[in-house]
């Protein structure tokens, strides 16, 4: 169910970020996986649909984000964990995200992260706020735990004021109870 | 014996059984009454258009509003009015206005006193043929809408011996914008939703703005990616000030009875508590000292204690501390999570969002946590504020997927109504009275 919810998120986030960047979407796994990058400004194929004689030169150019670059963290590590409904400990099957995030923060040393705490809608505001920094300092206490110096984490909560997913039900609600770790500096250009 | 009194009046707002006064429906729609608990009709009053031109009609309308939207009273429609002739030098014709069956009338008239404008106006109990009071008003002409609703003001306090709310200003978070993106300004408009202003440019997520119960002065948080800060901002100078800078998120102020100190939650390494600061001395001092989230402070009319917000319990509960963080003790035990409390001015309830059956409510509570009384229910309903006179609540309204908008309810639940503001907006708060 949480690799369902993360694929999904991770999907929406390339495709954001792909469009940005005005290239074609290509879906990468959520997995945290380096890879050892071919990327390359070479053109587009121009037209693939058309028969060709010499499949080779079909073969489709992929196109990664540079590791150590903000989109190699959203993408290819995962920049969101889920909690349960008034929860703020940090799930089982949060932990192997949670690993990688603070493998690549170790990696990047120049990273400086805000970890974001939201809540879902199905309480009140203040109480949120606080909810959700209590998500935040989950997740700070974790990479932190992990070996990521505290100084490079800065924590806020934006209670039920920032929803990833606008619609209403249980599925929506627990999209939207999650640690968000979010670049602030440090990140190499994409 | 007058056939409407202050007893009376104050019997309906109570919710007590109550001796009805049966009075035929008149043309003019009733507001709507969600829930009919007291038995109660409001008081037929008739207010024709006050002579001096089209201010004297505009006042006239502007007042039959406010009394109308406060459930107590029900304006009859001026198309049944047959006594045409009313002016201050005659007496009204009281069979007249008997056979409309108006208990109330009240009729004034508008006019120029040197470069301002002058009102006087005259309250009578129709089946007593007789006058009960009557007042001068005198304001600057662009201040029409506010004599208006000290005129309501007046009739309210008059017949139900209760202070009025009506010449008040609501505070608010004015929302546009899709979920999920949306910008939330600070807004202010007049409590009937007259001349909205928005106070913030949107760059910053407004939230939670209370009002001085004192002063024209608002204390709200402000919400921006790198953390929050709370804000005093004096409505008559535009004057704002920050409380200053705290390590971790501060959030949830307000401001106690005589507007001397903020008490508000600072959160340190995830755990919120609640703290006091001294507005003169800018002194902090720390309230709670507990690993559970505690927020939402709000202080008893003396000042002498705090009601908040904490799940010590495992879950979210009301608890009343002493203004100084002493003997904290839980009030709330009736089954659901309860957030939001919130101390009435008179001091009678507490007011509270509760959260059970998979709904939210709006509910009141005595201070030691007697006499629970549920007012509202719907997929969200949230952060009640009291009008200053203790008798009505605003609040935010949200649909499952849809924008909030404000409401209000009178302290007996039987008038639920959304408040004449036309957009999307949040976290309502009222002012005290205008002077």
Same mark, same amino acid.
């Given at each position: ?7 999904? &998120? ?45 499949? $080779? ?84 206490? *974790? ?48 | ?67 109308? /939207? &406060? ?21 009204? $014709? ?51 809408? /506010? ?38 300004? =600070? ?10 202003? *928005? =106070? ?12 001085? +119960? ?37 959030? +949830? ?14 959160? /340190? ?43 010590? &319990? ?14 904290? /003790? ?44 549920? =007012?509202?229910?719907? *997929? ?23 924008? +909030?908008?404000?409401? +209000? ?24 009275? =205008?002077?």
């Amino acid at each position: 169910m949480v690799t369902t919810v993360n694929a999904r &998120s991770a999907l929406r986030l390339t495709l954001i970020a792909a469009g940005a960047l005005s290239l074609a979407a290509c879906g990468h796994g959520p997995k945290p996986s380096y890879p050892t990058s071919q990327a390359t400004q070479a053109p587009h194929s121009a037209e693939p649909s058309r028969p060709q004689a010499m499949p $080779n030169r079909t073969e489709p150019v992929t196109q990664n984000a540079l590791p150590g670059s903000e989109r190699d963290f959203t993408v290819n590590v995962g920049d969101r964990v889920y909690f349960d409904y008034d929860m703020f400990t940090v799930r089982g099957d949060a932990t192997p995200l949670l690993d990688a995030q603070s493998d690549w923060l170790k990696r990047y040393p120049a990273v400086q992260v805000r970890i974001e705490g939201n809540a879902d809608e199905r309480g009140t505001e203040e109480y949120n706020l606080a909810l959700g920094a209590r998500r935040a300092n989950a997740v700070r206490e *974790y990479l932190v735990a992990h070996g990521v110096a505290a100084t490079r984490i800065t924590t806020v909560s934006f209670g039920k004021e920032k929803p990833i997913d606008t619609g209403a039900g249980e599925q929506a609600e627990a999209h939207n109870r999650n640690g968000h770790t979010a670049i602030v500096s440090g990140a190499r250009m994409q | 014996m007058t056939q409407f009194s202050k007893r009376t009046l104050l019997t309906a707002m109570a919710a007590l059984p109550a001796a009805a006064l049966f009075v035929p429906r008149a043309a003019w729609a009733d507001i709507e009454v969600n829930v009919n608990r007291a038995d109660v009709q409001p008081l037929p009053i008739a207010i024709p258009a006050f002579g001096g031109g089209q201010v004297g009609v505009d006042i006239v309308g502007v007042i039959a509003s406010d009394l109308q /939207r &406060s459930g107590l009273f029900r304006p009859l429609d001026p198309a049944s009015f047959t006594d045409r002739d009313l002016n201050a030098a005659v007496q009204p $014709n009281y069979p007249a206005w008997q056979k409309i069956n108006a208990q109330a009338l009240l009729y004034g008239q508008a006019s120029a006193a040197g470069s301002g404008l002058q009102v006087d106006i005259r309250i009578c109990d129709v089946f007593a043929e007789k006058e009960l009071k009557g007042q001068r008003f005198t304001a600057s002409p662009e201040n029409w809408r /506010r004599v208006a609703h000290k005129i309501a003001d007046f009739v309210y306090e008059l017949l139900t011996g209760e202070k009025g709310y009506f010449d008040t200003r609501i505070a608010f978070v004015a929302e546009t914008g899709a979920r999920g993106s949306k910008t939330k300004r =600070l807004g202010i408009m007049d409590q009937d939703g007259a001349n909205p202003q *928005y =106070l913030t440019d949107g760059s910053a997520t407004i939230m939670t703005p209370r009002f001085s +119960s004192t002063s024209q002065q608002l204390t709200y948080m402000e919400l921006r990616p790198e953390g929050s800060k709370i804000y005093l901002l004096d409505l008559d100078t535009t004057r704002r000030e920050s409380l200053g800078e705290f390590k971790g998120m501060v959030f +949830s102020p307000r401001f106690s009875p005589d507007g001397s100190k903020v008490a508000f939650s600072v959160e /340190r390494g995830g755990n919120s508590d609640i703290f006091m600061m001294d507005l003169r001395s800018r002194a902090t001092t720390r309230l709670t000292v507990d690993p559970a989230i505690d927020t939402s402070p709000s202080f008893s009319p003396n000042g002498a204690q705090i009601v908040f917000n904490s799940d010590r &319990s495992g879950s979210p509960q009301i608890y009343i501390m002493g203004a100084d963080g002493s003997s904290p /003790r839980r009030i709330s035990f009736a089954q659901g999570r309860y957030t939001a409390p919130v101390w009435s001015p008179t001091g009678e309830f507490i007011a509270f969002t509760k959260q059970t059956g998979g709904e939210f409510h709006i509910g009141v509570m005595k201070p030691d946590g007697s006499d629970e009384r549920i =007012l509202t229910s719907s *997929y969200l309903d949230e952060g009640p504020a009291w009008a200053p006179n203790g008798r009505v609540l605003v609040f935010t309204r949200q649909g499952a997927g849809g924008g +909030s908008k404000l409401w +209000s309810v009178d302290v007996t639940g039987r008038t639920l109504q959304p408040l004449p503001y036309p957009g999307a907006g949040s976290d309502p708060a009222w002012s005290p009275l =205008l002077n």
